[in-house]
Nanobody
Framework: QVQLVEQGGGLVQAGGSLRLSCSAS??????VGWFRQAPGKEREFVAA??????????YYADSVKGRFTISRDNAKNTVYLQMNSLKPEDTAVYYC????????????????WGQGTQVTVSS
């Protein structure tokens, strides 16, 4: 079992920044990913980072490259998503999830999920 808790969501104006955190406990896992789901839309991949190996390879959706940064603090079992230059289209519930096998871009490869945190970007 893995328990995930997201924090850091909120309301911000366009162009602003937020930092989300995902604290994990339980068994080990290879990768932590961030996904988001806007009203009426499917949940989509945002970013991911590998955990078990040194270096922490990172992956991003094209829509957030250059604006979002994923990072990890293994000592704290926490993964962060720094979101800069936010746009109204970034408004969604953001979820973190863990993946032990499979493509980091494949939502079906993620087995444990947090409860989500709302991010709202006003224009």
């Amino acid at each position: 079992q893995v328990q995930l808790v997201e924090q850091g969501g909120g309301l911000v104006q366009a162009g602003g920044s937020l930092r989300l955190s995902c604290s994990a406990s339980g068994r080990t896992f290879n990768t932590v990913g961030w996904f988001r789901q806007a009203p009426g839309k499917e949940r989509e991949f945002v970013a991911a980072i590998t955990i078990r190996w040194s270096g922490g390879s990172t992956y991003y959706a094209d829509s957030v490259k250059g604006r979002f940064t994923i990072s990890r603090d293994n000592a704290k079992n926490t993964v962060y998503l720094q979101m800069n230059s936010l746009k109204p289209e970034d408004t969604a519930v953001y979820y973190c999830a863990t993946n032990n096998q499979g493509s980091v871009f494949n939502i079906n490869a993620y087995d444990y999920w947090g409860q989500g945190t709302q991010v709202t970007v006003s224009s």
